[in-house]
């Protein structure tokens, strides 16, 4: 794809995303970080143990969250004692951090997703929650992240779908399955119709929202082996850890029970001078 067609494709992904995250996007019901105790634990634990690792080593933290959402994590990050910068691509989430968390933390809205990628300056630890599959280039805006990182400070990613090609069949069928029997009672059906439809022609609509979005379906998921491979150019250390993940709380039981993994985050730490 030329620079040009990028940054047009770029652009979409944003707009289509100020459509759907509303002030009214239920995020809990489709994001299974969320809906789960376990997998929110998860994360939570993760990310405050960044935190506290930080404060005692230099007596402060700063975080910068790239996607916020409705500030599920911001919360947890927060009450760990950090100094929170977000940013939002929707107006709606960026209006509703504001009033939920006041001047509690500094609320951004990055229009085009990667304005944020342009200051000067550095935070301890950068953030995202089921951000990465959303990027066109997310190599290329990971690499602009980590400009973004003081000396010593880390990088904490979570909750993307890992590359297709490495999955397991097993896994990747067990995933789409739950999937569409989540799907089939989410209404909108004209909507999920013509999306599964295209997916099965392997054909992409760059005016539909739900191929802008959720588009990493038809690229095969997010290549966690080439993040793990830029990233250890710039960190000390560098941790790929992946799990079973999907939306319905029945399907996320039973596949726990199994060695199936579906979905992946990243944890860079120690970056380099």
């Excluded at 003081?150 to 069928?173: E, W």
Aim: hydrophobic content about 35%; charged content about 25%; overall charge negative.
């Amino acid at each position: 794809m030329s620079q040009r067609n990028s940054r047009n494709h770029a652009e979409a992904v944003v707009a289509a995303q100020e459509i759907n995250y509303t002030d009214e996007f239920d995020y809990d019901n489709s994001s299974p970080h969320l809906t789960h105790d376990n997998l929110r634990t998860m994360v939570e634990t993760r990310m405050v143990k960044l935190v506290e690792q930080t404060l005692a080593r230099q007596g402060s933290c700063r975080v910068l969250e790239v996607g916020a959402g409705h500030g599920t994590f911001t919360r947890s990050v927060l009450d760990a004692g950090a100094q929170i910068t977000v940013t939002e691509t929707s107006t709606a989430s960026a209006d509703y951090l504001r009033r939920t968390f006041g001047d509690a933390i500094e609320v951004r809205f990055d229009e085009t997703g990667e304005e944020i990628l342009k200051t000067e300056e550095r935070w301890d630890i950068a953030v995202m929650t089921s951000v990465l599959h959303h990027i066109p280039d997310y190599l290329a805006f990971l690499t602009g992240l980590t400009g973004l990182v003081a000396p010593g400070g880390s990088i904490f990613t979570v909750q993307d779908p890992l590359y297709y090609p490495r999955m397991s069949k097993v896994a990747h069928a067990a995933d789409r399955a739950t999937y569409f029997a989540w799907r089939l009672v989410q209404g909108n059906y004209g909507r999920g119709l013509a999306t599964r439809l295209r997916r099965l022609r392997g054909t992409y609509d760059d005016a539909a929202p739900s191929d802008l979005v959720e588009y990493h379906v038809m690229r095969d998921g997010v290549d966690e082996v080439a993040i793990e491979k830029q990233l250890s150019e710039s960190f000390e250390s560098v941790e790929i850890f992946r799990y079973w993940s999907t939306q319905a709380k029945i399907w996320q039981r039973l596949g726990e029970r199994t060695r199936m993994v579906t979905t992946f985050g990243v944890e860079a730490t120690g970056r380099r001078r």
